[in-house]
């Protein structure tokens, strides 16, 4: 990317950034180094391949933001790993940002075993976040796939298991003019505990989001959620709100 496009990423206020995918690597160790060097020193957060990520003060409380993906040290295929990773963290929140789950026709759904594209191991995405959030991660945001997935509440912790594409204008884009995505914003309270989340739903146009107002994709993630997830903990209470079901304020 041209260094441009960090003035792009500070004026629409993103101020937080995941390295660890399978891709970050493709130019080499020594454009990945410099990469990390230079968003960090324009004053960006970053979480990478095989480092602890970032620790920020927010409001008086400190958040951890660490990343994972099926290459690096930081590996979704090493469970136990991850896990004593996060359990070694004393910050009050917890945030992981997982690169896991397989791209083909079937990719919307989370099959709750290992994942694979062709021999890539990409993680068994329902065992990951789960594992994290029994060692202390408060919220997990997953991609990878290219395309949403459902959420599910895991002790009142909230798993996102894809973000989906948002702006990304790969090979073939202009092959898919119709896609769905979306943005999600997330309320947790003071000890990580879900509060509730809205999903604003998009079209992804040729590589640009454009918003739906029709929330095509709140309702996709919210029969995702409730078919292939079966999940029975979150409320899905119209306009774009979810929230943890006996809590609707």
Same mark, same amino acid.
């Given at each position: 990317?041209?260094?441009?496009?960090?003035?792009?990423?500070?004026?629409?206020?993103?101020?937080?950034?995941?390295?660890?995918?399978?891709?970050?690597?493709?130019?080499?160790?020594?454009?990945?180094?410099?990469?990390?060097?230079?968003?960090?020193?324009?004053?960006?957060?970053?979480?990478?391949?095989?480092?602890?990520?970032?620790?920020?003060?927010?409001?008086?409380?400190?958040?951890?933001?660490?990343?994972?993906?099926?290459?690096?040290?930081?590996?979704?295929?090493?469970?136990?790993?991850?896990?004593?990773?996060?359990?070694?963290?004393?910050?009050?929140?917890?945030?992981?940002?997982?690169?896991?789950?397989?791209?083909?026709?079937?990719?919307? !759904?989370?099959?709750?075993?290992?994942?694979?594209? %062709?021999? /890539?191991?990409? @993680? $068994?995405?329902?065992? +990951? &976040?789960?594992?994290?959030?029994?060692?202390?991660?408060?919220?997990?945001?997953?991609?990878?796939?290219?395309?949403?997935?459902?959420?599910?509440?895991?002790?009142?912790?909230?798993?996102?298991?894809? !973000?989906?594409?948002?702006?990304?204008?790969?090979? %073939?884009? /202009?092959?898919? @003019? $119709?896609?769905?995505? +979306? &943005?999600?914003?997330?309320?947790?309270?003071?000890?990580?505990?879900?509060?509730?989340?809205?999903?604003?739903?998009?079209?992804?146009?040729?590589?640009?989001?454009?918003?739906?107002?029709?929330?095509?994709?709140?309702?996709?993630?919210?029969?995702?959620?409730?078919?292939?997830?079966?999940?029975?903990?979150?409320? +899905?209470?119209?306009?774009?709100?979810?929230?943890?079901?006996?809590?609707?304020?």
């Amino acid at each position: 990317m041209p260094l441009e496009s960090i003035n792009i990423l500070e004026q629409i206020g993103i101020n937080t950034l995941s390295l660890a995918n399978n891709h970050v690597l493709d130019s080499g160790t020594v454009y990945y180094s410099n990469t990390l060097s230079v968003l960090n020193c324009r004053g960006f957060h970053t979480a990478g391949l095989a480092d602890q990520g970032a620790a920020i003060d927010i409001n008086g409380q400190t958040v951890r933001f660490i990343a994972f993906s099926f290459s690096g040290d930081n590996n979704i295929n090493k469970i136990n790993e991850a896990a004593e990773i996060i359990g070694s963290f004393k910050e009050d929140i917890i945030i992981v940002s997982a690169h896991m789950g397989g791209e083909h026709h079937r990719g919307y !759904l989370v099959p709750h075993t290992m994942e694979f594209f %062709g021999n /890539e191991e990409r @993680g $068994d995405a329902v065992a +990951f &976040s789960r594992a994290c959030i029994d060692a202390g991660a408060d919220l997990i945001l997953g991609h990878g796939p290219h395309i949403l997935r459902g959420i599910e509440l895991y002790k009142n912790r909230l798993i996102v298991y894809s !973000l989906g594409n948002f702006i990304f204008d790969y090979p %073939g884009v /202009e092959r898919h @003019g $119709d896609t769905p995505t +979306f &943005s999600i914003h997330v309320d947790v309270n003071r000890t990580g505990d879900f509060q509730k989340a809205r999903i604003t739903s998009y079209t992804f146009r040729y590589g640009v989001p454009i918003v739906d107002a029709s929330n095509r994709v709140y309702n996709l993630i919210k029969h995702l959620s409730q078919t292939n997830l079966q999940n029975k903990n979150i409320l +899905f209470a119209g306009e774009g709100m979810i929230y943890s079901k006996g809590r609707t304020q």
